[in-house]
């Protein structure tokens, strides 16, 4: 689903209109299905990227003022993940510079559990915004276009997470609801809390992308000491091995384990369920 160059590129432009969208994390999971919703809709966007032009980079706020301009709303995707340290401060101080340029609307993807995504989502609250909040689940999609995607075509997926459940959400269900709020004002001052239908575990997880994709896939539980050790031998920067080691030990503690209606609040309809995502992408998994 990764958008052509031609398809963007009447939208990357730096002479965008005052109506513009500025997308962040556009090259994403989630950012570059909203862009091209957006797009399809026939709405202005500027994709917000390191390969963008103009150039938008969390780490060099000197490029945060030309990919602002002309902008009056904004999907705020923080990469790799709230929970990062400077992430917060980071998010602040953008939207703080978003509003002095005029921007009033905000949507932002947060993440469920995180403390520091909680401190986010205040930031936005309080900067004066038209804000609306999605606070994400673990994504189905981490299967098939992250982290675990060379585990599972290696045949075995071996984490550090015993048999907590998780809502699974699909990706797709995020873009939506984003649209949704960034082309409604109904939306505005609304925390939609986004999961999947039903709680899976990883293991049961991996077990409906065996039965979708027809391949024999084991998932085995290890110790963090194991999981990071494995990460830090296939070259993984420490940095990110840290966030994960975090993610899987401390948020898949319980407190995330039940459903929401954050979904059917946003959109009107039922999440779509995991079983459908991994048969919907089981290609993927048989190269």
């Keep these: 689903m990764n958008m052509s160059n031609t398809h963007i590129s009447n939208v990357s432009s730096s002479h965008s209109s005052p109506t513009s969208t500025l997308v962040l994390g556009a090259t994403g999971k989630t950012g570059r299905r909203v862009a091209e919703r957006l797009n399809k809709l026939g709405m202005r966007i500027r994709l917000g990227s390191r390969s963008a032009e103009p150039r938008f980079d969390w780490e060099d706020r000197q490029t945060w003022g030309r990919a602002l301009e002309g902008v009056g709303a904004v999907y705020i995707s923080f990469q790799p993940d709230l929970a990062v340290p400077g992430a917060v401060h980071a998010v602040r101080s953008f939207a703080e510079q978003a509003l002095e340029r005029g921007v009033r609307r905000m949507v932002l993807l947060s993440g469920r559990g995180e403390e520091e995504a909680l401190q986010a989502e205040q930031g936005i609250q309080d900067s004066g915004a038209n804000w609306t909040i999605l606070r994400s689940s673990w994504f189905a999609q981490n299967f098939s276009e992250s982290f675990l995607l060379e585990a599972i075509l290696n045949g075995e997926v071996a984490l550090p997470v015993g048999e907590v459940p998780e809502p699974f959400i699909d990706v797709e269900d ?108 089981s290609a993927r998994w048989n190269p």
């Design 174 to 281: 995020i873009a939506d609801a984003a649209v949704a709020a960034l082309s409604d004002d109904k939306h505005i001052g609304q925390i939609y809390e986004v999961t999947g239908p039903r709680l899976l575990t990883f293991r049961e997880a991996v077990g409906e992308i065996a039965k979708a994709s027809g391949r024999a896939i084991r998932f085995k539980q290890v110790s963090a000491e194991q999981y990071a050790k494995s990460l830090n031998q296939h070259g993984v920067p420490e940095g990110y091995v840290s966030l994960l080691i975090y993610l899987f030990t401390n948020l898949l503690d319980g407190r995330n384990a039940h459903v929401t209606d954050g979904v059917q609040r946003a959109l009107g309809g039922q999440p779509n369920d995991f079983a459908n995502y991994a048969r919907a992408t």
